[in-house]
C-alpha cells in the first residue's frame, strides 16, 4: 500500500490564482480530511469527510472547497489565493471510528505571493 | 468552542531522564485523546489513544494519562533518547463526532 499520497509537495502561487491539492489513499478508509500548519499554531481542521459524497466543514474552511466522489480521492481547493494561505497543508485518512489510527500523508507546502 | 492547549512550546531535558508533556482541554471532556509524533518536514505519526475512561495506557516507553478533574493528559517517555527528540502532538476527539482537533504541539528536545 501506498497509504496517504499528497501532489504536489511544493506550490508556489500569486494571490488570486486557484489550485487544486491532491490527495488519495489506498487502505479503503471512509473518513479523510484537510489540515493547515502554521508556526505556533500546530494543526487546524479545514474540511473533513466521512464517507464518499459527504463533507463537512472543520475549524477553519473559509477560502477551500473539497468534494470527495471517490472513496480514494479528497481534493482540496483554494478558489483564489490569498497571502494568508501560505501554510503547509496535510491529508489524512483512517478506517473511520475515531479510535482507529490516523494516517497522514506528507504535506503540500504552499507559498502564496 | 472546545480548545486543546499544549502549554510548554518546547521541552529541553537529558538523555536517560523521564519527558512529561502536558495537554490541557478545557469545558466538557473528550471521548478519546490522541498523541502524535511529527518529525520536520514529514506529517504526523500516531502514537497512542486513551479514552476517557482509561485512567493510563502504556506502549513500550510512552505512557499515557488522563485526568477528567485536571482536565489534562499527560505524555511519559522514559528513559528518553536522542532520537526521541521531535514535536509531539495532542488531539482530542468526540464520540458523537468525527472531527479530530489538533493542539499546537511541543517541541521535545534530548541532549545526550
Known amino acids: 500500500n501506498a497509504g496517504v499520497t499528497q501532489t504536489p509537495k511544493f506550490q508556489v502561487l500569486k494571490t488570486g490564482q486557484s489550485m487544486t491539492l491532491q490527495c488519495a489513499q489506498d487502505?479503503?478508509?471512509?473518513?479523510m480530511s484537510w489540515y493547515r500548519q502554521d508556526p505556533g499554531m500546530g494543526l487546524r481542521l479545514i474540511h473533513y469527510s466521512v464517507g464518499a459524497g459527504i463533507t463537512d466543514q472543520g475549524e477553519v474552511p473559509n477560502g477551500y472547497n473539497v468534494s470527495r466522489s471517490t472513496t480514494e480521492d479528497f481534493p482540496l481547493r483554494l478558489l483564489s489565493a490569498a497571502p494568508s494561505q501560505t501554510s503547509v497543508y496535510f491529508c489524512?485518512?483512517?478506517?473511520?471510528?475515531?479510535?482507529?489510527?490516523?494516517?497522514f500523508g506528507p504535506g503540500t507546502r504552499l507559498t502564496v505571493l | 468552542s472546545q480548545k486543546i492547549e499544549q502549554n510548554s512550546e518546547a521541552l529541553n531535558i537529558q538523555e536517560g531522564k523521564t519527558a512529561t508533556l502536558t495537554c490541557n482541554y478545557t469545558n466538557y471532556s473528550p471521548a478519546y485523546l490522541q498523541w502524535y509524533r511529527q518529525d520536520p518536514g514529514r506529517g504526523p505519526v500516531f502514537l497512542l489513544l486513551i479514552r476517557e475512561n482509561e485512567k493510563e495506557k502504556r506502549k513500550e516507553r510512552l505512557k499515557v494519562t488522563f485526568d477528567t478533574t485536571l482536565k489534562q493528559s499527560l505524555f511519559h517517555i522514559t528513559a528518553s533518547q536522542p532520537a526521541d527528540s521531535a514535536t509531539y502532538l495532542c488531539a482530542q476527539s468526540y464520540s458523537s463526532a468525527s472531527k479530530i482537533i489538533f493542539g499546537s504541539g511541543t517541541r521535545l528536545s534530548i541532549r545526550p
Open positions: 487502505m479503503n478508509h471512509e473518513y
Open positions: 489524512a485518512s483512517r478506517i473511520g471510528d475515531p479510535t482507529d489510527t490516523q494516517y
